[in-house]
T-cell receptor, first 114, second 114 residues
Framework: NAGVTQTPKFRILKIGQSMTLQCTQDMNHNYMYWYRQDPGMGLKLIYYSVGAGITDKGEVPNGYNVSRSTTEDFPLRLELAAPSQTSVYFC?????????????FGDGTRLSIL | QKEVEQNSGPLSVPEGAIASLNCTYSDRGSQSFFWYRQYSGKSPELIMFIYSNGDKEDGRFTAQLNKASQYVSLLIRDSQPSDSATYLC??????????????FGTGTRLLVSP
């Protein structure tokens, strides 16, 4: 039972480079999320999606883009990487975005921008 | 005022003791409350959720909710060294329609000494 799978697990980027963080889930969840977690801080919502073709900004969307072409996949794109984007990125999914439905997290991607 | 506040700790307890983790939130309209455990370098994993005032027990874990005081807590009985982790409080805010964001506290680090 894979759940939420993120790739890569680690990545080092140079300033100005671009990359895509991959996220896929096999639980047929409608809702998917991208968070970043900085040391000693809580999880901050970057973007979320309520279904294929529908995405919306979270708390900290600047410098990122997302797409949701299928129920399973929710990639996060970093354009022109900056040192402030050094963080651990978590993808999560849930059956819906309200009530008691918990979010299930992937293992995270540790990203360093140098 | 932060939306969800937790003492960062560390909270140190001896093995076998009761660990009490606390969380306060600012949005009176909050409906659902979640406790996640996060081991160092790992992703958050759901321990419990609660949405009604009072206590909810699951094995060694008890979640307590007091909506009037805007306070939610997690008790861990018979604490074990394996319980040493950061515990994240998450609160689902907003009205009970449409998407409701999950707001995370910064977490309380628990250390259980043998």
């Amino acid at each position: 039972n894979a759940g939420v799978t993120q790739t890569p697990k680690f990545r080092i980027l140079k300033i100005g480079q671009s990359m895509t963080l991959q996220c896929t889930q096999d639980m047929n969840h409608n809702y998917m999320y991208w968070y970043r977690q900085d040391p000693g801080m809580g999880l901050k919502l970057i973007y979320y999606s309520v279904g294929a073709g529908i995405t919306d900004k979270g708390e900290v969307p600047n410098g990122y883009n997302v797409s949701r072409s299928t129920t399973e996949d929710f990639p996060l794109r970093l354009e022109l990487a900056a040192p402030s984007q050094t963080s651990v990125y978590f993808c999560a999914s849930s059956r819906e975005g309200r009530g008691n439905q918990p979010q299930h997290f992937g293992d995270g991607t540790r990203l360093s921008i140098l | 005022q932060k939306e969800v506040e937790q003492n960062s700790g560390p909270l140190s307890v001896p093995e076998g003791a009761i660990a009490s983790l606390n969380c306060t939130y600012s949005d009176r309209g909050s409906q659902s409350f979640f406790w996640y455990r996060q081991y160092s370098g790992k992703s958050p994993e759901l321990i419990m959720f609660i949405y009604s005032n009072g206590d909810k027990e699951d094995g060694r874990f008890t979640a307590q909710l007091n909506k009037a005081s805007q306070y939610v807590s997690l008790l861990i009985r018979d604490s074990q060294p394996s319980d040493s982790a950061t515990y994240l409080c998450a609160v689902r805010t907003g009205l009970n329609t449409g998407f409701q964001k999950l707001v995370f506290g910064t977490g309380t680090r628990l250390l259980v000494s043998p």
